[in-house]
Structures are given as C-alpha cells and as structure tokens.
C-alpha cells in the first residue's frame, strides 16, 4: 500500500454532501489534510464540512453543479493553486428519482427530461471534473483521480436505461483513460459500487441486497485507491451478479426485466 496514496494531502470530491461523496470526506479528514468539497446542496454540504473540521482537516466548501464545465474548471484550477491536488474523486451522481428531475408519463417509462439530466451530472459532470483535474496534475506527472461508476454499468435494465448508460460509460472510459494516463504519471481508478446508503439509494422503493453503509463503502474505495487498483468493486456477490447479468442471452435478460423491480 503506497503511503502517499493511503494519506492524500489534498482531496478534491463532487457530490460531498452525502452518500459515498460525504463518507470519503469523512473518511480522509484528518490534520494536515486539505479538502475541497462540492455539492448542491448548502445545508448538507456545511455540516459535512463541519464534522470533517472536527477531525481536524482543513475544509474548503463550494455549492456547485458538476453540469456546469466553465464553474468546474475554475473550482478545480483555483483548488489546486491553494494545494497541489493530490486525489480527485469525481463522484457526483443522479438517478432517475434523484437530482429534482421529475418523473413525467413516457413512453419506456423514463422522460426525456431525466434521461437528459442523467446524463449531463452521471457523464458530462465527470468530464467536466476530471480534464480541470488533468491540466492541474500534468505538468507535476503525479497525481490520482478516481471516477464512481456503478455495478449497473455492467448492463442495461429496462428499469434504469439512462442510468446504467451512463455508469457504462463512466466504467469504459475511465479503464481506457487509465491506460492513457499511466505513463503521464497519474493513477486512475474506477469505482464500481453495488447499493451504498445514499440519497440515490433513499429514493429505491425495492429491497436493495447487500445494502451497505456509506462508511464501509469509503473504507474500501480508500482502500482500493491506495493500492492504485484499477477497478474497485464491491461487494463481490452483487459485482458478480451483474458481470453474469451481461453474459446470459437477451432473451432470459428481457424475461428478468420484465419481473425485476423498477429503479427509482
């Protein structure tokens, strides 16, 4: 385990203000850690800050939507003058019963309007916070950058189409971009979570296996990146679960999304 890694001094996270976002805040705050934090909300966002304070880290907080490329490039280059990034996690993230899109009558069962707005904050928001990230830790030659995809990447249900797209696309571009990376000397990992309590997770009205703590989930992810592992995903029955998903033929996998519980 790379020490360096196991203790970033600085901490970049979107999506801080709860589920996975806020319990690696919780998780890296300690003294002589700075931590540039991000979400939409202001009220979770400062108590988070608060109790990341307490552990003695030093906390910068910031209400911003990833979905916006100019502000993001901004925050993050203005972050990084104040302390050399040293760990980006772009986690920020909605699910179809998340983000304050409402759901409308459609045919397929999920409006334009959510699928458009998955896309920008679950894909859009993460390019958005990793290129900013990219030109900060370029010309140092180090640096990491961890992007949370999600087991739904591993195939598309009819009860999430927007939604495992998009962590399909988060999933592929991040391993691709981890070769491509690794000889500029930065690290990237991809994050493939099952269910962790979180708003997105809040929203479900299906019993959710395996459903883990927050906590627990950072403890993992944390884990994992300071081993520079490629892809970190967990818990392993869920992880096989959905690989196997994606090998059965369409036929069974049309069958089982038909009788599978809709996503929120």
């Given amino acids: 385990m790379n020490k360096g890694r196991a ?3 600085h901490v970049l996270i979107t999506g801080a203000s709860s589920g996975i976002g806020q319990a690696l805040a919780e998780h890296y705050a300690r003294p002589g850690c700075h931590l540039s934090l991000s ?31 100019s502000a993001m490039a901004v925050w993050v280059a203005e972050a990084d003058r104040l302390v050399p990034l040293d760990l980006v996690v772009a986690n920020a993230g909605i699910s ?14 999920e409006s334009a309007e959510q699928a458009r707005a998955i896309f920008a904050t679950n894909l859009a928001g993460v390019i958005n916070t990793v290129y900013p990230a990219l030109e900060a830790m370029g010309p140092r ?5 961890a992007l949370v995809a ?6 598309g249900l009819p009860s999430a ?12 571009w991040g391993e691709g971009l981890r070769g491509a990376l ?24 299906f019993h959710m296996p395996l459903l883990m703590p927050a906590p627990r989930a950072a403890r993992i992810i944390a884990r994992g990146l300071a081993r520079n592992r490629g892809r ?10 959905c690989w196997l998903l994606a090998t059965l033929p369409n036929a069974l996998v049309d069958w089982l999304g038909r009788v599978l519980p809709k996503k929120g």
């Fill in 39 to 69: 979400g939409r909300n202001a009220g979770r966002l400062a108590q988070v800050a608060e109790r990341c304070r307490a552990r003695g880290a030093e906390v910068s907080q910031t209400v911003l939507d990833v979905c916006d490329a």
């Fill in 141 to 145: 030659r180090q640096g990491q950058i």
């Fill in 7 to 9: 203790y970033p001094r």
């Fill in 161 to 172: 189409p927007a939604y495992c797209a998009s962590k399909a696309a988060v999933k592929v």
């Fill in 150 to 155: 999600s087991v739904a990447g591993f195939r």
């Fill in 232 to 241: 970190i995903a967990f818990p392993w029955p869920t992880v096989f679960a």
């Fill in 182 to 205: 690794a000889r500029d000397g930065i690290d990237l990992s991809v994050i493939l979570p099952g269910f962790v309590e979180s708003r997105i997770t809040d929203a479900n009205r």
């Fill in 96 to 109: 179809g019963g998340t983000g304050g899109v409402a759901a409308k009558a459609s045919v397929g069962g």
